[in-house]
């Protein structure tokens, strides 16, 4: 009997999950960075800053960003690691990583590409000081899996650092779901033509871990010193960890 695993809201076998998430971000790939200013109202921009700042990335830096998408981090990443450093992008869905890829380029990086499963890194352990993926772990089907392979692709020394929808504060709970169940859809429908994709965001949240399981699991991956900031009253969370 094939396992099965959430592809939002919905239970799949294990093998379709991947194929259904490409369709969304095929889907959405081209409006990826306007629906992104848009549903957070322009949020994203800070959150990827605080964990760019928090990274420990500097001149001559070697960085894994693992669901590369659009390239943001990327993009930060480089200008911080310099002529001296190397950053890697990777996803695997083609169409956003052609996105990221193009927007470094306009930017004048030409990044060194992979196109490959987080759960299955093409790289040697020990190889990167800063191993990261934004807004990518939630739609892996083995979450266990691919932060194992993040921890061990990094040096010892170095960190993980997952940004992520998180559990947000209580009180603010109805209004959150009132936004992700209502707005968020109508926005996807009338910006990016896909009603559908945005309802799998918002499910796809909801049954992404919390703050202390995502802990947990980073730790049980083989990371120390994990550590977690809330964002925005825990919408979203940076969970950051050491190898040793």
Request: hydrophobic share 40%; proline share 5%; glycine share 8%.
């Given at each position: 009997m094939?396992?099965?695993?959430?592809?939002?809201?919905?239970?799949?076998?294990?093998?379709?999950?991947?194929?259904?998430?490409?369709?969304?971000?095929?889907?959405?790939?081209?409006?990826?960075?306007?629906?992104?200013?848009?549903?957070s109202?322009?949020l994203?921009?800070?959150?990827?800053?605080?964990?760019?700042?928090?990274?420990?990335?500097?001149?001559?830096?070697?960085?894994?960003?693992?669901?590369?998408?659009?390239?943001?981090?990327?993009?930060?990443?480089?200008?911080?690691?310099?002529?001296?450093?190397?950053?890697?992008?990777?996803?695997?869905?083609?169409?956003?990583?052609?996105?990221?890829?193009?927007?470094?380029?306009?930017?004048?990086?030409?990044?060194?590409?992979?196109?490959?499963?987080?759960?299955?890194?093409?790289?040697?352990?020990?190889?990167?000081?800063?191993?990261?993926?934004?807004?990518?772990?939630?739609?892996?089907?083995?979450?266990?899996?691919?932060?194992?392979?993040?921890?061990?692709?990094?040096?010892?020394?170095?960190?993980?650092?997952?940004?992520?929808?998180?559990?947000?504060?209580?009180?603010?709970?109805?209004a959150y779901?009132a936004?992700?169940?209502?707005?968020?859809?109508?926005?996807?429908?009338?910006?990016?033509?896909?009603?559908?994709?945005?309802?799998?965001?918002?499910?796809?949240?909801?049954?992404?871990?919390?703050?202390?399981?995502?802990?947990?699991?980073?730790?049980?991956?083989?990371?120390?010193?994990?550590?977690?900031?809330?964002?925005?009253?825990?919408?979203?969370?940076?969970?950051?960890?050491?190898?040793?």
């Open positions: 094939t396992d099965r695993t959430h592809f939002g809201f919905q239970q799949v076998p294990e093998d379709e999950k991947s194929k259904r998430v490409g369709e969304v971000f095929r889907s959405v790939a081209s409006n990826y960075d306007l629906m992104n200013d848009l549903m109202l322009g994203h921009r800070w959150w990827k800053r605080f964990t760019v700042e928090l990274s420990g990335v500097r001149a001559g830096s070697r960085v894994l960003d693992v669901a590369s998408g659009s390239g943001d981090l990327a993009l930060a990443y480089t200008r911080r690691a310099g002529p001296t450093g190397q950053v890697w992008m990777t996803d695997i869905n083609a169409a956003m990583l052609e996105v990221g890829r193009d927007k470094l380029i306009d930017a004048g990086y030409f990044p060194p590409l992979a196109l490959c499963d987080a759960e299955r890194l093409p790289f040697p352990a020990d190889t990167f000081d800063c191993v990261s993926v934004a807004f990518g772990l939630r739609n892996m089907t083995h979450k266990d899996r691919a932060l194992a392979e993040m921890t061990r692709v990094a040096r010892p020394g170095g960190r993980v650092v997952v940004l992520e929808f998180s559990k947000p504060w209580k009180p603010l709970a109805p779901d936004y992700s169940f209502s707005i968020l859809p109508r926005l996807g429908k009338h910006v990016a033509r896909d009603e559908a994709a945005y309802r799998y965001l918002a499910e796809s949240i909801r049954m992404h871990p919390d703050q202390e399981t995502l802990k947990a699991m980073m730790a049980g991956a083989g990371l120390a010193r994990v550590e977690y900031f809330n964002l925005s009253a825990g919408v979203v969370a940076l969970h950051r960890g050491w190898k040793l």
